[in-house]
T-cell receptor, first 112, second 115 residues
Framework: QKEVEQDPGPLSVPEGAIVSLNCTYS??????FMWYRQYSRKGPELLMY????GNKEDGRFTAQVDKSSKYISLFIRDSQPSDSATYLC????????????FGTGTKLQVIP | GAVVSQHPSRVICKSGTSVKIECRSL??????MFWYRQFPKQSLMLMAT?????????EQGVEKDKFLINHASLTLSTLTVTSAHPEDSSFYIC???????????FGDGTRLSIL
């Protein structure tokens, strides 16, 4: 079993839809959770960075962490064609210079 | 803020050539930088962790004599792929951290093609 599981998709949604992206993990020691967006042939871009359980909102993006279920989500409201990309979840046991474990990424396509 | 520049973005060269890739943090000091390799439709695979002024820490299975890493300053790390072969063709991405409990910020990657 992988430490971090993420559905690779692809996920296709119409423009304006609410998108839900999810990851599950097995290591209960993870405390820092991140979501990155990666466009084709580009490096990942940090979208959200959260610590422990709870919600965090930034514009159209909301990150949720449920440590009891070992489940994290990223919601995108009013999705736009420019949101079409691969979304990677990532997590680490502590901050600082600890190894980050990445999911394989979910490819999202927002159709105009 | 938190801009990481990686150069070159694309390299095509003959087998046996050594290739150097630079990673710079443009607007912050990065005590630690990371080098990843990414295969198509796969996640990022950590190759090594680089701390300024000290030797890099390599992940299991990564040849340190093949992939030379130098982190000479708080804003620059380099990865040199020595005597590259076609199997080294991949997408190499660096990242940098501004400090403890900070997330990694990534460069735009280098697509390396060895003929």
């Amino acid at each position: 079993q992988k430490e971090v599981e993420q559905d690779p998709g692809p996920l296709s949604v119409p423009e304006g839809a609410i998108v839900s992206l999810n990851c599950t993990y097995s290591n209960s020691a993870f405390q820092y959770f991140m979501w990155y967006r990666q466009y084709s042939r580009k490096g990942p871009e940090l979208l959200m960075y959260t610590y422990s359980s709870g919600n965090k909102e930034d514009g159209r993006f909301t990150a949720q962490v449920d440590k009891s279920s070992k489940y994290i989500s990223l919601f995108i409201r009013d999705s736009q064609p420019s949101d079409s990309a691969t979304y990677l979840c990532a997590m680490s046991i502590s901050g600082g210079y600890q190894k980050v474990t990445f999911g394989t990424g979910t490819k999202l396509q927002v159709i105009p | 803020g938190a801009v990481v520049s990686q150069h070159p973005s694309r390299v095509i060269c003959k087998s046996g050539t050594s290739v150097k890739i630079e990673c710079r943090s443009l607007d912050f000091q990065a005590t630690t930088m990371f080098w990843y390799r990414q295969f198509p439709k796969q996640s990022l695979m950590l190759m090594a962790t680089s701390n300024e002024g000290s030797k890099a820490t390599y992940e299991q299975g990564v040849e340190k004599d093949k992939f030379l890493i130098n982190h000479a300053s708080l804003t620059l790390s380099t990865l040199t792929v020595t005597s590259a072969h076609p199997e080294d063709s991949s997408f190499y991405i660096c990242s940098a951290q501004a400090g403890s409990n900070q997330p990694q910020h990534f460069g735009d990657g280098t697509r390396l093609s060895i003929l």
